[in-house]
């Protein structure tokens, strides 16, 4: 049971450049989460996914896509990066219906640290 | 406004002392859930305790307990008997309902425990 893991796990990219990130989780949540960490920010939700092939934009959407095409699987994008998206990332995942529980809680991947030159 | 605020950027503590990191939060949803989490330098988040808003008990969780005063809407992490590898960086989080369980995180508190 790995839990959530980020693919990768460094990353550098010149402005313009593409890439995508990737989660996997294997505890079969529904629910996926991506944030971004700044310093001095805390973490910051992306964009988020409430089950297989449904996403919704977060508090920082700007220049991401997300697709959920796989339960298990949730891939954040950069189309065209910018220095701006220099940040370390992390996905979480989280099972339905433990609101209110002491279970109720985010389970976090390792973080992408990327880059953007 | 900021729905979580972290008014300590950084706090030291000696060894086997107790600390509180402050939290204060802002919401107008009844059913809120309220989490610290713990990311030393390794970076990975790690969860340490959660608070239900209808929680009648201050939740604990070995060294942690949460101090929990809905009147202020204030939820400060209270360590006791600290550790070295308390050293890390603390994060306070708050789910509301209507949020598809999505957190709003504060900007964290720097716990620095020294021999």
């Known amino acids: 049971n790995a839990g959530v893991t980020q693919t990768p796990k460094f990353r550098v990219l010149k402005t313009g450049q593409s890439m995508t990130l990737l989660c996997a989780q294997d505890?079969?949540?529904?629910?996926m989460y991506w944030y971004r960490q700044d310093p001095g920010m805390g973490l910051r939700l992306i964009h988020y996914?409430?089950?297989?092939?449904?996403?919704a934009k977060g508090e920082v959407p700007d220049g991401y896509n997300v697709s959920r095409l796989k339960k298990q699987n949730f891939l954040l994008g950069l189309e065209s990066a910018a220095p701006s998206q220099t940040s370390v990332y992390f996905c979480?995942?989280?099972?339905?219906?433990?609101?209110?529980?002491?279970?109720?809680?985010?389970?976090f991947g390792p973080g992408t640290r990327l880059t953007v030159l | 406004a900021q729905k979580i605020t972290q008014t300590q950027p950084g706090m030291f503590v000696q060894e086997k002392e107790a600390v509180t990191l402050d939290c204060t939060y802002d919401?107008?949803?009844?059913?809120?859930?309220l989490f610290w989490y713990k990311q030393p330098s390794s970076g990975e988040m790690i969860f340490l305790i959660y608070?239900?808003?209808?929680?009648?008990q201050n939740a604990t969780e070995g060294r942690y307990s949460l101090n929990f005063q809905k009147a202020r809407k204030s939820a400060n992490l209270v360590i006791s008997a600290s550790q070295l590898g308390d050293s890390a960086m603390y994060f306070c989080?708050?789910?509301?309902?209507?949020?598809?369980?999505?957190?709003?995180f504060g900007k964290g508190t720097m716990l620095l425990v020294s021999p």
């Open positions: 979480a995942s989280r099972p339905i219906g433990t609101s209110g529980t002491s279970t109720d809680t985010q389970y």
């Open positions: 505890m079969n949540h529904e629910y």
């Open positions: 996914s409430v089950g297989e092939g449904t996403t």
């Open positions: 919401t107008s949803d009844p059913s809120y859930g």
């Open positions: 608070q239900g808003s209808y929680d009648q």
């Open positions: 989080a708050m789910r509301e309902r209507s949020g598809y369980s999505t957190l709003t």
